[in-house]
């Protein structure tokens, strides 16, 4: 039995209530933390292996001493982790490494930059970076980055490309070399669902959350962030209201007149965004969960870490740093081209398997690993989760396959042939 630690925020087949979840904030600030790590937990759950969860951050449950007795690799997924405000867990992260004889997979990590810049960042942060990396050299052949500017920040800091590769997001490997997509060749009816997902401490989406509030009366908004968490369950935040046109305080409209969903969690986040024909907004993760439910999806990019990864996986987005005038759901909609996603994405999943297989992780992707698919999927529809927090509790449910949805979809897609050179 491989014995596998994986760093999450908790597992994803705890069931916490909304009020729970405040509380201990375990999403990490922000849900979409669970979908990459959901992501990862599925694709490493190969017969014969257990894939534990636990913090390795300030908040960690397990000394160094109890990692390397019970467990023999550690996996970490993370998202923008070089960058100021992660510094404290970055710190920590590092000294458990540092005290660990076991190997150690760093998948997805990124760097936080404004866009138009070179990649850059303060020197206190390139120090916990430098230490960091380092660490994980240590016990590591390679250290997993979401894109080419993180690579490019990581070769200023001494480390090139024969340690550092370039992976993209584990999430959007959660069902492999397959990504089902479904589009209608109607326009999109604007009296119809759109899900709508937004960074609400940008000021320049103000005047857009505005316009498409008043244009579609069937706009949802599934917020990630801890903090319209607790303005949903408690009514009011501690949040400097920056704009009184972005969804951050009780009177605006999509608070309440009840048009914002939270999830809890990755299942119940996808099952719901499966239901909407389009999702759009600032939400790298938000439109990933989007695209993993067969959903079309575009980002608005307005930092190099959204950028990147949008960059990468060739998901339909537009720059609104550069001009953020006339963004419009029907017009996006329409514009947008997915074909590059999805042709490319089989040569992207077998650049991460590959990653994978150099530091001896198997996948159930693997020949003959579906069977570990399989089981998560069938623990994970044995669980019933609370609804997002916001939806309509008439025709909740247990929770079903979404595994199983999506690959109903994937037999109805027809997908290019796969070239090699």
């Given at each position: 039995?491989?014995?596998?630690?994986?760093?999450?925020?908790?597992?994803?087949?705890?069931?916490?209530?909304?009020?729970?979840?405040?509380a201990r904030n375990l999403v990490g600030d922000n849900v979409g933390n669970l979908v990459f790590s959901y992501a990862v937990q599925r694709t490493l759950s190969v017969p014969g292996s257990s894939v534990d969860v636990a913090r390795l951050n300030r908040a960690r449950t397990l000394s160094p001493e109890e990692i390397a007795e019970r467990y023999d690799h550690v996996v970490i997924p993370l998202a923008n982790a070089f960058r100021k405000r992660f510094l404290p867990n970055l710190d920590a992260i590092s000294e458990t490494i540092e005290k660990l004889e076991i190997p150690v997979t760093v998948v997805g990590v990124g760097v936080q930059s404004a866009v138009g810049e070179r990649v850059?960042?303060?020197?206190?942060?390139?120090?916990?970076?430098?230490?960091?990396?380092?660490?994980?050299?240590?016990?590591?052949?390679?250290?997993?980055?979401?894109?080419?500017?993180?690579?490019?920040?990581?070769?200023?800091?001494?480390?090139?490309?024969?340690?550092?590769?370039?992976?993209?997001?584990?999430?959007?490997?959660?069902?492999?070399?397959?990504?089902?997509?479904?589009?209608?060749?109607?326009?999109?009816?604007?009296?119809?669902?759109?899900?709508?997902?937004?960074?609400?401490?940008?000021?320049?989406?103000?005047?857009?959350?505005?316009?498409?509030?008043?244009?579609?009366?069937?706009?949802?908004?599934?917020?990630?962030?801890?903090?319209?968490?607790?303005?949903?369950?408690?009514?009011?935040?501690?949040?400097?209201?920056?704009?009184?046109?972005?969804?951050?305080?009780?009177?605006?409209?999509?608070?309440?007149?009840?048009?914002?969903?939270?999830?809890?969690?990755?299942?119940?986040?996808?099952?719901?965004?499966?239901?909407?024909?389009?999702?759009?907004?600032?939400?790298?993760?938000?439109?990933?969960?989007?695209?993993?439910?067969?959903?079309?999806?575009?980002?608005?990019?307005?930092?190099?870490?959204?950028?990147?990864?949008?960059?990468?996986?060739?998901?339909?987005?537009?720059?609104?740093?550069?001009?953020?005038?006339?963004?419009?759901?029907?017009?996006?909609?329409?514009?947008?081209?997915?074909?590059?996603?999805?042709?490319?994405?089989?040569?992207?999943?077998?650049?991460?398997?590959?990653?994978?297989?150099?530091?001896?992780?198997?996948?159930?992707?693997?020949?003959?690993?579906?069977?570990?698919?399989?089981?998560?999927?069938?623990?994970?529809?044995?669980?019933?989760?609370?609804?997002?927090?916001?939806?309509?509790?008439?025709?909740?449910?247990?929770?079903?396959?979404?595994?199983?949805?999506?690959?109903?979809?994937?037999?109805?897609?027809?997908?290019?042939?796969?070239?090699?050179?």
């Amino acid at each position: 039995m491989t014995r596998l630690l994986l760093r999450a925020h908790r597992n994803p087949f705890t069931t916490p209530s909304a009020a729970r979840v405040l509380a201990r904030n375990l999403v990490g600030d922000n849900v979409g933390n669970l979908v990459f790590s959901y992501a990862v937990q599925r694709t490493l759950s190969v017969p014969g292996s257990s894939v534990d969860v636990a913090r390795l951050n300030r908040a960690r449950t397990l000394s160094p001493e109890e990692i390397a007795e019970r467990y023999d690799h550690v996996v970490i997924p993370l998202a923008n982790a070089f960058r100021k405000r992660f510094l404290p867990n970055l710190d920590a992260i590092s000294e458990t490494i540092e005290k660990l004889e076991i190997p150690v997979t760093v998948v997805g990590v990124g760097v936080q930059s404004a866009v138009g810049e070179r990649v850059r960042a303060p020197r206190q942060v390139g120090e916990s970076v430098t230490r960091f990396v380092r660490a994980v050299l240590e016990h590591s052949p390679s250290i997993g980055v979401r894109g080419e500017w993180t690579a490019e920040y990581l070769e200023g800091l001494g480390f090139g490309s024969d340690h550092v590769e370039v992976i993209g997001c584990p999430s959007m490997f959660l069902h492999g070399d397959q990504l089902p997509l479904r589009r209608s060749t109607r326009p999109l009816d604007p009296r119809g669902p759109v899900a709508f997902n937004l960074s609400p401490y940008l000021p320049k989406m103000a005047p857009v959350v505005e316009d498409q509030v008043a244009r579609y009366p069937g706009l949802v908004y599934f917020a990630q962030d801890i903090k319209t968490l607790g303005l949903l369950l408690e009514g009011s935040s501690d949040r400097t209201v920056i704009d009184e046109r972005l969804p951050i305080h009780a009177d605006h409209p999509l608070i309440a007149e009840g048009r914002t969903r939270f999830p809890l969690d990755a299942t119940t986040w996808m099952e719901a965004l499966a239901t909407y024909p389009f999702s759009y907004g600032t939400r790298i993760h938000g439109n990933i969960a989007a695209l993993l439910a067969g959903t079309p999806a575009y980002v608005l990019a307005h930092d190099a870490r959204t950028l990147e990864l949008a960059r990468y996986h060739q998901i339909p987005h537009r720059r609104i740093d550069v001009d953020v005038d006339g963004v419009d759901a029907a017009a996006l909609y329409a514009e947008a081209d997915w074909t590059p996603m999805t042709a490319g994405h089989a040569e992207r999943f077998d650049r991460y398997s590959a990653f994978l297989h150099s530091h001896g992780l198997s996948h159930v992707f693997d020949p003959g690993q579906a069977a570990g698919a399989q089981a998560f999927d069938e623990r994970i529809a044995r669980k019933t989760f609370p609804p997002p927090v916001g939806e309509p509790v008439v025709g909740v449910g247990r929770s079903r396959a979404l595994a199983d949805r999506i690959r109903s979809k994937a037999r109805r897609v027809v997908r290019p042939a796969r070239q090699r050179v």
